[in-house]
C-alpha cells in the first residue's frame, strides 16, 4: 500500500447505473487528484482538489461528478456513463507546496472502471 | 508553457542489458523532476526526484537519472535490468500552478519490454 487507498478495485456497471469510486489518504496531503487512464493514451488530469477546494476542472463530462468532503477523501461519483468512459481511474495525493522531502504526487493502485 | 516529451513509446531490451529512458523537459525555470513507474493494472510509484543540487539522483530499485540543464533533459537510467523491470515508466515536471499549488506535468510514458 502507498498511503493512498482506492475503492473498489474494480467495477463493473451499466450504463445507467449510478455509482462512486472512493479515495482515501491518510499521508497528511492537501490536495487531491482524479485521472483517467485509458488504454494507449496520456493520463487525463481530471480534477484537482486544494484544501477541499475544486480547483481544477479539466473539462470533464457532467456525467462525472467528484466530491471531497475532507482533505483525505475524495469520490468521484458516476452516472449515465458511456463504454468510452471505462478505463483505470487514479487518484493522487500531495502536498500544496513542496520541499526537498516532498515525493510529488502518491497515487493509490486505481479502480478499474468498464461500462457495459 | 511547460511539457515534457518521452520519445520513446516501447523500447525492447535482453536481460542484463543497460537501459536508458529519454525525458526532455520545457519550462522556464529550474524544474522539479521526477521519475515514476507503472507495473500493469497499477497506480504509478516514484522512483526518484529531483530538486536542486547534485544532479546525478540514485533512485529504488537500481535506477538513477541525470539532470542536465544544457539539454534540458532527465534520462533515466540503470546498468543492468531484471524481467521485473518491465513496466510503463512516466517523466513528470512540477510547476506552480494558476492556483498557486504545485502541480506534475507527465510525459506520455515508455513501455519496456525484457527479453530473456
Known amino acids: 500500500e502507498t498511503g493512498v487507498t482506492q475503492t473498489p478495485r474494480h467495477l463493473v456497471m451499466g450504463m445507467t447505473n449510478k455509482k462512486s469510486l472512493k479515495c482515501e489518504q491518510h499521508l497528511g496531503h492537501n490536495a487531491m487528484y482524479w485521472y483517467k487512464q485509458s488504454a494507449k493514451k496520456p493520463l487525463e488530469l481530471m480534477f484537482v482538489y486544494s484544501l477541499e477546494e475544486r480547483v481544477e476542472n479539466n473539462s470533464v463530462p457532467s456525467r462525472f461528478s467528484p466530491e471531497c468532503p475532507n482533505s483525505s477523501h475524495l469520490f468521484l461519483h458516476l452516472h449515465t456513463l458511456q463504454p468510452e468512459d471505462s478505463a483505470l481511474y487514479l487518484c493522487a495525493s500531495s502536498q500544496d507546496s513542496w520541499d526537498r522531502a516532498s515525493d510529488g504526487y502518491t497515487f493509490g493502485s486505481g479502480t478499474r472502471l468498464t461500462v457495459v | 508553457a511547460q511539457s515534457v516529451t518521452q520519445p520513446d513509446i516501447h523500447i525492447t531490451v535482453s536481460e542484463g542489458a543497460s537501459l536508458e529512458l529519454r525525458c526532455n523537459y520545457s519550462?522556464?525555470?529550474?524544474?522539479?523532476l521526477f521519475w515514476y513507474v507503472q507495473s500493469p493494472g497499477q497506480g504509478l510509484q516514484l522512483l526518484l526526484k529531483?530538486?536542486?543540487?547534485?544532479?546525478l539522483v540514485q533512485g529504488i530499485k537500481g535506477f538513477e537519472a541525470e539532470f542536465k540543464r544544457s539539454q534540458s533533459s532527465f534520462n533515466l537510467r540503470k546498468p543492468s535490468v531484471h524481467w521485473s523491470d518491465a513496466a510503463e515508466y512516466f517523466c513528470a515536471v512540477g510547476r506552480i500552478s494558476n492556483f498557486g499549488n504545485e502541480k506534475l506535468t507527465f510525459g506520455t510514458g515508455t513501455r519496456l519490454t525484457i527479453i530473456p
Open positions: 519550462y522556464g525555470a529550474t524544474p522539479y
Open positions: 529531483y530538486f536542486s543540487g547534485d544532479t
